[in-house]
């Protein structure tokens, strides 16, 4: 093993939220270390491969603190931590225009308000991955050409194993690069590498029961290194229950040009999603990422089927971006229709009645205005319940899709990583999906994670340095 020069910052990660730490330490006069396992100069991450939604729980990421913070508690219901809700609500436009300045550019994606900031150029609204020149490429590369431009380094193929600690504080990393193991001493660390999406140990002990049946709707880099360093060094893990991702089509999972689109979020939402049995297993009112969520909490996340009638495959399903309705046919799946519940049935292969007696009593909630009183009930303030009564009916057998884990290491509104006893650990940060306490809970809350992303990636590059001026004092 042998032993670099010491740094003033060294970080873990080099997607958006350990550029933008590094980015912003560089330009507060330290001199940062970027350890990025990927060897490529395109090194892949979900931040590269993002469609570049800036949003702040699907609201305009602009608006004013005290609006941003009432999105997030809605959102949230509670769960997130108040002083990280109230950090996302401050920095959030403060986040965007530190982005402009480094010469990253911005257009209006849509209508919607989530829409309203969306990275340029903006990535391809068609099948498949087409990242490359995109707005998450774009947003990487012109990071770390100002992290150069500012005296720091990104060293490519660098696989960090483990934080170094004396007397509780973090003093470095040992990291594999290439053939050789290195210890880099730092006065800060700062771990950005994303979540644990895709190691299959942790999803199945904290998400799904059978992560073999999830789809990876993500770069597949996420493996939990920088929770499981944290965690060995002491820090607290939250909220690692839940995960943003969306409802796929079931022949995601090895059908590359059904992911990352379309997505069934739209179908499900407006219908309901059954079991093998035919009946409801979930809330549907809750959103796309809460169904993807209830899905792969499932004994077998490959049972369920969502079930609409022609006024939502009309509505819903065509009008959301890239929605199932017509793009499942154009990407070579057909949704399965025909005229009645019956034949529904005996085409997807659901119990012949069992269908028909959940649509029934569906319905009637509907009618009644009782969707409280269903088993399991069903949610709508966020989502109108439509009946499933006008012919023709769809189906389309789903899987759930999981783009990256909410949870992690818990840390405090300066991006510090906390301790079971939820005091700092001296020298070390957390930034972005690496991180817990902010989205997930009951409902699999959703802030944005890119925002989340950007706006604790400054604010630990800001707390490094007001650390370091303050020891030099």
């Not at 660098?158 to 001493?185: F, P």
């Not at 590359?256 to 309901?272: E, K, N, T």
């Not at 997930?440 to 992303?453: D, I, Q």
Request: glycine share 12%.
């Amino acid at each position: 093993m042998s032993n670099d020069a010491r740094h003033d910052l060294v970080v873990i990660g080099g997607g958006l939220a350990g550029l933008a730490a590094a980015c912003r330490a560089a330009e507060l006069g330290l001199r940062p270390l970027v350890l990025e396992a990927g060897e490529d100069d395109r090194y892949i991450c979900n931040s590269r491969i993002t469609g570049g939604i800036f949003h702040v729980a699907m609201h305009d990421i602009r608006v004013d603190t005290a609006e941003a913070r009432r999105h997030i508690e809605n959102a949230s219901c509670g769960f997130a931590r108040p002083e990280l809700v109230e950090a996302l609500a401050e920095n959030a436009g403060r986040s965007i225009d530190w982005l402009r300045r480094q010469g990253i550019r911005f257009i209006r994606g849509g209508p919607t308000p989530e829409l309203g900031t969306v990275l340029a150029p903006p990535r391809l609204q068609q099948f498949g991955m087409h990242w490359k020149g995109r707005g998450g490429d774009v947003l990487l590369r012109t990071l770390s050409d100002r992290l150069a431009e500012n005296d720091g380094t990104i060293m490519r193929g660098a696989r960090v194993r483990a934080l170094l600690m004396d007397s509780g504080r973090c003093i470095g990393v040992e990291a594999e690069i290439g053939e050789e193991v290195r210890r880099i001493e730092s006065a800060a660390i700062v771990v950005a590498d994303g979540g644990f999406q895709a190691d299959a140990e942790l999803v199945r002990q904290h998400i799904s029961p059978a992560p073999e049946k999830l789809c990876q709707r993500n770069a597949e880099t996420g493996r939990g290194d920088g929770i499981r360093m944290a965690a060995a060094a002491g820090a607290k893990l939250v909220g690692m229950d839940s995960f943003y991702g969306h409802v796929l089509h079931r022949d995601a999972r090895t059908n590359g040009r059904l992911w990352p689109h379309p997505m069934i979020d739209s179908m499900a939402v407006s219908g309901i999603v059954v079991d093998r049995e035919g009946r409801r297993v979930l809330d549907e009112g809750l959103g796309g990422v809460s169904v993807a969520n209830a899905i792969a909490r499932l004994a077998d996340p490959l049972s369920c089927t969502v079930i609409c009638d022609s006024v939502a495959w009309r509505g819903p399903a065509r009008d959301a971006i890239l929605g199932p309705n017509p793009n499942l046919a154009k990407a070579g799946c057909e949704a399965a229709v025909t005229n009645t519940l019956d034949e529904l049935a005996d085409k997807v292969g659901l119990p012949v009645g069992q269908l028909g007696e959940t649509v029934r009593l569906y319905n009637d909630a509907v009618a009644r205005g009782r969707l409280h009183a269903l088993d399991p009930p069903r949610t709508s303030d966020r989502f109108p319940s439509l009946a499933i009564a006008e012919a023709q009916y769809f189906a389309v057998p789903v899987c759930a899709g999981i783009t990256y884990t909410m949870g992690g290491i818990a840390i405090d509104a300066c991006a510090r990583a906390l301790d079971e006893n939820d005091r700092p650990i001296p020298g070390l940060f957390a930034a972005g999906a690496t991180t817990g306490g902010l989205e997930g809970g009951p409902n699999s809350a959703y802030t944005g994670g890119l925002s989340k992303a950007v706006v604790f990636g400054l604010l630990a590059g800001e707390a490094v340095a007001a650390q370091a001026a303050r020891q030099a004092a």
